[in-house]
Protein backbone atom coordinates (compact mmCIF):
# COMPACT_ATOMS: atom_id res chain seq x y z
CA UNK A 1 0.00 0.00 0.00
CA UNK A 2 1.36 3.55 -0.96
CA UNK A 3 1.98 6.41 1.77
CA UNK A 4 -0.62 9.20 1.81
CA UNK A 5 2.12 12.14 1.12
CA UNK A 6 0.94 15.00 3.23
CA UNK A 7 2.37 18.50 3.37
CA UNK A 8 2.81 20.68 6.12
CA UNK A 9 2.93 24.47 5.41
CA UNK A 10 4.30 26.79 7.92
CA UNK A 11 5.36 30.52 8.42
CA UNK A 12 4.93 33.09 10.94
CA UNK A 13 1.88 34.58 12.12
CA UNK A 14 0.57 36.63 8.77
CA UNK A 15 3.26 35.28 5.95
CA UNK A 16 0.37 34.25 4.19
CA UNK A 17 -0.06 30.54 4.59
CA UNK A 18 -3.83 30.84 4.60
CA UNK A 19 -3.96 32.67 1.14
CA UNK A 20 -1.49 30.10 -0.05
CA UNK A 21 -3.51 26.91 1.12
CA UNK A 22 -6.95 28.86 -0.62
CA UNK A 23 -4.79 29.59 -3.74
CA UNK A 24 -4.00 25.36 -4.15
CA UNK A 25 -7.53 25.03 -3.10
CA UNK A 26 -8.42 26.41 -6.21
CA UNK A 27 -5.98 25.27 -8.66
CA UNK A 28 -5.87 21.77 -7.08
CA UNK A 29 -6.16 20.58 -11.26
CA UNK A 30 -8.47 17.53 -9.92
CA UNK A 31 -6.42 15.93 -6.79
CA UNK A 32 -8.29 14.96 -3.82
CA UNK A 33 -7.02 17.14 -0.66
CA UNK A 34 -7.93 17.00 3.04
CA UNK A 35 -6.46 19.82 4.74
CA UNK A 36 -5.73 19.98 8.62
CA UNK A 37 -5.64 23.30 9.80
CA UNK A 38 -4.03 24.13 13.38
CA UNK A 39 -4.56 28.04 15.27
CA UNK A 40 -2.93 29.79 18.16
CA UNK A 41 -6.35 30.95 20.03
CA UNK A 42 -9.76 30.21 20.92
CA UNK A 43 -11.45 30.92 17.63
CA UNK A 44 -10.46 29.18 14.40
CA UNK A 45 -10.46 32.42 11.59
CA UNK A 46 -8.43 30.46 8.93
CA UNK A 47 -10.34 27.60 9.39
CA UNK A 48 -13.40 29.46 8.84
CA UNK A 49 -11.43 31.21 6.20
CA UNK A 50 -10.81 28.14 4.33
CA UNK A 51 -14.05 26.57 4.43
CA UNK A 52 -15.82 29.69 2.70
CA UNK A 53 -13.44 28.36 -0.51
CA UNK A 54 -16.71 25.83 -1.07
CA UNK A 55 -13.94 24.02 -3.26
CA UNK A 56 -14.70 20.51 -4.86
CA UNK A 57 -10.90 19.77 -4.54
CA UNK A 58 -11.07 20.17 -0.59
CA UNK A 59 -15.39 20.04 0.11
CA UNK A 60 -15.84 21.06 3.81
CA UNK A 61 -16.36 17.74 5.49
CA UNK A 62 -12.55 17.48 4.45
CA UNK A 63 -11.40 20.35 6.64
CA UNK A 64 -10.77 19.45 10.22
CA UNK A 65 -9.46 22.56 12.72
CA UNK A 66 -7.51 22.01 15.63
CA UNK A 67 -8.02 25.63 17.67
CA UNK A 68 -7.08 26.41 21.01
CA UNK A 69 -3.33 24.89 21.26
CA UNK A 70 -0.89 24.58 18.90
CA UNK A 71 0.18 21.21 16.88
CA UNK A 72 3.45 20.97 17.35
CA UNK A 73 2.47 20.79 21.48
CA UNK A 74 -0.86 18.52 21.03
CA UNK A 75 0.75 16.01 18.49
CA UNK A 76 -0.39 12.50 20.92
CA UNK A 77 -3.86 13.82 21.99
CA UNK A 78 -5.16 15.83 18.85
CA UNK A 79 -2.84 15.44 15.54
CA UNK A 80 -2.45 11.82 15.82
CA UNK A 81 -6.06 10.68 16.34
CA UNK A 82 -7.20 13.23 13.35
CA UNK A 83 -5.08 11.79 10.91
CA UNK A 84 -6.40 8.44 11.89
CA UNK A 85 -9.51 8.89 10.87
CA UNK A 86 -8.36 10.43 7.71
CA UNK A 87 -6.11 7.50 6.65
CA UNK A 88 -9.16 4.88 7.91
CA UNK A 89 -11.71 6.61 6.01
CA UNK A 90 -12.87 3.89 3.15
CA UNK A 91 -12.08 6.90 -0.21
CA UNK A 92 -9.24 8.24 1.88
CA UNK A 93 -7.90 11.41 0.46
CA UNK A 94 -4.88 11.67 -2.14
CA UNK A 95 -3.13 13.73 -0.57
CA UNK A 96 -3.02 15.92 3.11
CA UNK A 97 -2.06 19.64 3.76
CA UNK A 98 -1.21 20.31 7.08
CA UNK A 99 -1.55 24.00 7.97
CA UNK A 100 0.42 24.33 11.38
CA UNK A 101 -0.54 27.74 13.40
CA UNK A 102 2.12 30.76 13.38
CA UNK A 103 3.71 30.05 16.58
CA UNK A 104 3.92 25.90 16.05
CA UNK A 105 7.46 24.58 15.90
CA UNK A 106 7.80 21.75 12.56
CA UNK A 107 9.98 19.66 13.81
CA UNK A 108 7.95 17.79 16.50
CA UNK A 109 5.38 18.01 14.35
CA UNK A 110 7.28 16.01 11.15
CA UNK A 111 8.95 13.57 14.52
CA UNK A 112 5.49 13.02 14.47
CA UNK A 113 5.11 10.48 11.25
CA UNK A 114 7.28 8.47 12.88
CA UNK A 115 4.86 7.12 15.19
CA UNK A 116 4.02 3.48 14.36
CA UNK A 117 0.46 4.11 13.77
CA UNK A 118 1.07 6.39 10.81
CA UNK A 119 4.46 5.39 9.46
CA UNK A 120 3.72 2.93 7.05
CA UNK A 121 0.70 4.86 5.54
CA UNK A 122 1.60 8.46 5.04
CA UNK A 123 4.50 10.22 4.75
CA UNK A 124 5.77 13.99 4.82
CA UNK A 125 5.97 14.73 1.58
CA UNK A 126 7.54 18.48 2.50
CA UNK A 127 8.07 21.33 4.62
CA UNK A 128 6.58 24.27 3.02
CA UNK A 129 8.00 27.67 5.22
CA UNK A 130 6.69 30.91 4.05
CA UNK A 131 8.23 33.86 4.72
CA UNK A 132 6.50 37.54 5.02
CA UNK A 133 9.15 39.54 3.49
CA UNK A 134 7.51 43.04 3.94
CA UNK A 135 8.31 42.05 7.77
CA UNK A 136 11.71 41.02 7.32
CA UNK A 137 12.27 43.67 5.24
CA UNK A 138 11.27 45.79 8.09
CA UNK A 139 13.24 43.96 10.72
CA UNK A 140 10.74 42.28 12.62
CA UNK A 141 12.78 39.05 12.82
CA UNK A 142 16.35 40.22 12.62
CA UNK A 143 18.59 40.63 14.80
CA UNK A 144 20.62 43.79 15.59
CA UNK A 145 24.43 42.24 15.36
CA UNK A 146 26.01 45.49 16.57
CA UNK A 147 23.66 45.75 19.05
CA UNK A 148 23.69 42.65 20.61
CA UNK A 149 27.45 42.79 20.34
CA UNK A 150 27.30 45.38 22.69
CA UNK A 151 24.92 44.24 25.22
CA UNK A 152 26.67 41.16 25.54
CA UNK A 153 29.76 43.06 26.15
CA UNK A 154 27.92 44.91 28.92
CA UNK A 155 26.61 42.18 30.76
CA UNK A 156 27.93 38.32 29.17
CA UNK A 157 24.70 36.65 31.46
CA UNK A 158 21.88 38.09 29.79
CA UNK A 159 19.99 35.70 27.46
CA UNK A 160 19.51 37.90 24.78
CA UNK A 161 17.89 35.10 22.54
CA UNK A 162 14.40 36.68 20.87
CA UNK A 163 11.50 33.95 21.09
CA UNK A 164 10.45 35.35 17.58
CA UNK A 165 13.75 34.94 15.91
CA UNK A 166 14.28 31.02 17.31
CA UNK A 167 10.88 30.36 15.81
CA UNK A 168 12.15 31.99 12.12
CA UNK A 169 15.15 30.14 12.36
CA UNK A 170 14.00 26.85 13.40
CA UNK A 171 10.75 27.29 10.53
CA UNK A 172 13.69 28.07 8.13
CA UNK A 173 15.81 25.13 8.94
CA UNK A 174 13.41 22.87 8.53
CA UNK A 175 11.63 23.43 5.63
CA UNK A 176 12.28 21.78 2.15
CA UNK A 177 11.40 24.88 0.37
CA UNK A 178 10.86 28.39 0.67
CA UNK A 179 8.17 30.87 -0.37
CA UNK A 180 9.29 34.61 0.19
CA UNK A 181 5.93 35.74 -0.11
CA UNK A 182 4.71 39.97 -0.37
CA UNK A 183 6.95 39.98 -2.56
CA UNK A 184 5.32 42.27 -4.44
CA UNK A 185 5.51 44.88 -1.44
CA UNK A 186 9.38 44.82 -1.63
CA UNK A 187 12.00 45.69 -4.15
CA UNK A 188 14.36 43.64 -5.53
CA UNK A 189 17.25 44.68 -3.60
CA UNK A 190 15.57 44.20 -0.34
CA UNK A 191 14.66 40.74 -1.74
CA UNK A 192 17.99 40.07 -3.27
CA UNK A 193 19.34 40.85 0.19
CA UNK A 194 16.49 38.83 2.61
CA UNK A 195 17.60 35.82 0.28
CA UNK A 196 20.82 36.58 1.15
CA UNK A 197 20.31 36.42 4.72
CA UNK A 198 17.95 33.28 4.20
CA UNK A 199 20.66 31.08 2.55
CA UNK A 200 22.48 31.37 6.14
CA UNK A 201 19.64 29.21 7.54
CA UNK A 202 18.58 26.53 5.64
CA UNK A 203 19.90 23.53 4.45
CA UNK A 204 21.91 22.62 0.58
CA UNK A 205 19.76 22.65 -2.19
CA UNK A 206 16.44 24.10 -0.91
CA UNK A 207 15.19 26.67 -3.33
CA UNK A 208 13.37 30.10 -2.59
CA UNK A 209 10.59 30.78 -4.57
CA UNK A 210 9.20 34.69 -4.58
CA UNK A 211 5.78 34.58 -4.52
CA UNK A 212 2.53 37.62 -4.12
CA UNK A 213 -0.80 36.63 -2.64
CA UNK A 214 0.14 32.85 -2.11
CA UNK A 215 -0.10 32.06 -5.84
CA UNK A 216 2.18 29.53 -6.50
CA UNK A 217 1.29 26.28 -8.20
CA UNK A 218 0.44 23.14 -6.86
CA UNK A 219 3.05 21.65 -8.86
CA UNK A 220 5.65 23.74 -7.05
CA UNK A 221 4.54 22.99 -3.82
CA UNK A 222 3.34 18.93 -4.24
CA UNK A 223 5.33 15.98 -5.31
CA UNK A 224 8.44 17.09 -3.67
CA UNK A 225 8.92 13.48 -1.74
CA UNK A 226 10.99 14.84 1.04
CA UNK A 227 10.13 11.89 3.47
CA UNK A 228 11.14 14.50 5.87
CA UNK A 229 10.69 11.98 8.99
CA UNK A 230 13.31 10.11 7.53
CA UNK A 231 15.66 13.62 7.50
CA UNK A 232 15.26 14.74 10.72
CA UNK A 233 18.60 15.48 12.00
CA UNK A 234 19.25 17.47 9.07
CA UNK A 235 16.82 19.78 10.14
CA UNK A 236 18.19 21.45 13.21
CA UNK A 237 15.90 23.38 15.75
CA UNK A 238 16.95 25.83 18.63
CA UNK A 239 14.75 23.05 20.69
CA UNK A 240 16.28 19.79 20.01
CA UNK A 241 17.26 19.59 23.62
CA UNK A 242 14.00 20.37 25.20
CA UNK A 243 12.16 17.60 26.98
CA UNK A 244 9.13 19.83 26.11
CA UNK A 245 7.90 22.94 24.61
CA UNK A 246 5.66 25.32 25.52
CA UNK A 247 4.60 29.25 24.09
CA UNK A 248 4.75 31.09 27.43
CA UNK A 249 6.79 33.62 25.16
CA UNK A 250 3.27 34.70 23.61
CA UNK A 251 -0.52 35.45 25.09
CA UNK A 252 -3.55 35.50 22.91
CA UNK A 253 -7.10 36.75 23.93
CA UNK A 254 -10.87 37.17 22.34
CA UNK A 255 -12.48 40.83 21.37
CA UNK A 256 -16.16 40.38 20.90
CA UNK A 257 -19.03 42.61 20.29
CA UNK A 258 -22.52 42.53 17.97
CA UNK A 259 -23.14 43.69 14.72
CA UNK A 260 -21.12 47.54 13.53
CA UNK A 261 -22.81 50.45 11.68
CA UNK A 262 -19.20 51.43 10.65
CA UNK A 263 -16.16 49.70 10.84
CA UNK A 264 -14.17 53.09 10.17
CA UNK A 265 -14.01 53.86 13.97
CA UNK A 266 -11.91 50.45 14.22
CA UNK A 267 -9.26 50.57 11.91
CA UNK A 268 -8.51 53.57 13.55
CA UNK A 269 -8.25 52.03 17.15
CA UNK A 270 -6.57 49.22 15.84
CA UNK A 271 -3.73 51.13 14.21
CA UNK A 272 -3.23 53.13 17.41
CA UNK A 273 -3.38 49.76 19.45
CA UNK A 274 -0.95 48.36 16.86
CA UNK A 275 1.72 51.18 16.87
CA UNK A 276 1.44 51.33 21.26
CA UNK A 277 1.85 47.47 21.95
CA UNK A 278 4.22 44.32 20.93
CA UNK A 279 0.72 43.34 18.92
CA UNK A 280 2.17 40.43 16.88
CA UNK A 281 -1.25 39.66 14.70
CA UNK A 282 -5.17 40.63 14.72
CA UNK A 283 -7.17 38.47 12.59
CA UNK A 284 -11.09 37.86 12.95
CA UNK A 285 -14.67 38.48 11.60
CA UNK A 286 -16.92 41.55 11.87
CA UNK A 287 -20.57 41.51 11.11
CA UNK A 288 -21.72 44.64 9.58
CA UNK A 289 -25.32 46.12 9.82
CA UNK A 290 -26.59 45.45 6.43
CA UNK A 291 -24.67 43.74 4.88
CA UNK A 292 -24.87 39.89 4.20
CA UNK A 293 -21.54 38.93 3.47
CA UNK A 294 -18.82 38.82 6.50
CA UNK A 295 -15.88 41.04 7.06
CA UNK A 296 -12.38 39.82 7.56
CA UNK A 297 -10.00 42.00 9.01
CA UNK A 298 -6.44 40.80 9.42
CA UNK A 299 -3.25 42.78 10.79
CA UNK A 300 0.27 42.20 10.53
CA UNK A 301 2.76 44.55 11.94
CA UNK A 302 0.98 47.81 10.62
CA UNK A 303 -0.70 46.56 7.58
CA UNK A 304 -4.38 45.93 7.82
CA UNK A 305 -6.23 44.38 5.51
CA UNK A 306 -10.12 43.94 5.68
CA UNK A 307 -12.64 42.58 2.87
CA UNK A 308 -15.89 40.93 2.63
CA UNK A 309 -15.67 37.34 2.50
CA UNK A 310 -18.47 35.13 2.11
CA UNK A 311 -21.94 35.79 2.84
CA UNK A 312 -22.58 34.29 7.03
CA UNK A 313 -24.31 30.78 7.24
CA UNK A 314 -27.99 30.49 8.09
CA UNK A 315 -27.01 29.15 11.70
CA UNK A 316 -24.37 31.28 12.42
CA UNK A 317 -24.72 33.99 14.78
CA UNK A 318 -23.43 37.26 13.86
CA UNK A 319 -21.04 38.17 15.65
CA UNK A 320 -18.09 40.94 15.70
CA UNK A 321 -14.94 38.83 17.18
CA UNK A 322 -10.85 39.76 16.89
CA UNK A 323 -8.07 37.64 17.73
CA UNK A 324 -4.81 39.28 19.62
CA UNK A 325 -2.41 37.48 19.43
CA UNK A 326 1.57 39.11 21.00
CA UNK A 327 4.66 38.59 22.73
CA UNK A 328 3.74 38.12 26.59
CA UNK A 329 3.22 40.54 28.54
CA UNK A 330 0.92 42.57 26.44
CA UNK A 331 -1.37 44.71 28.87
CA UNK A 332 -4.42 43.44 27.88
CA UNK A 333 -6.78 45.71 29.86
CA UNK A 334 -5.39 48.55 27.60
CA UNK A 335 -5.72 46.80 24.29
CA UNK A 336 -9.50 45.59 24.52
CA UNK A 337 -10.59 49.03 26.04
CA UNK A 338 -9.58 50.39 22.75
CA UNK A 339 -10.73 48.29 20.76
CA UNK A 340 -14.15 47.28 22.60
CA UNK A 341 -14.56 51.45 22.75
CA UNK A 342 -14.37 51.33 18.76
CA UNK A 343 -16.22 48.61 18.46
CA UNK A 344 -19.01 50.58 20.38
CA UNK A 345 -18.50 53.65 18.49
CA UNK A 346 -18.95 51.93 14.94
CA UNK A 347 -21.95 49.74 16.47
CA UNK A 348 -25.47 49.84 15.41
Known amino acids: MSKIPTTVITGFLGAGKTTLIRHLLQNAKGRRLALIVNEFGDVGVDGALLKGCNDQACPEEDIVEL ?26 PEHIIIETSGLALPKPLVKAFQWPEIRTRSTVDGVIALIDADAVAAGRFATDEAALALARAADPSLDHDSPLEELYEDQLACADLLILNKADLVDVEAL ?19 ADHGAVDASVLLGLFAGAEDDLEARPSHHDQDADHDHDDFDSFVVKAGEMESVEPLLVAMSHVIAAHDILRIKGMIAVHGKAARMVIQAVGPRIQHYFDRPWGADEARVSQLVIIGQTGLDKAAIEASIKGAMSIGAR
Not at 71 to 92: E, S, Y
Not at 192 to 210: N, P, Q, S
Request: proline fraction near 7%.
Open 192 to 210: MRIEGDIAGHIRKGVKIVR
Open 67 to 92: ANGCICCTVADDFLPTMMKLLDRPNP
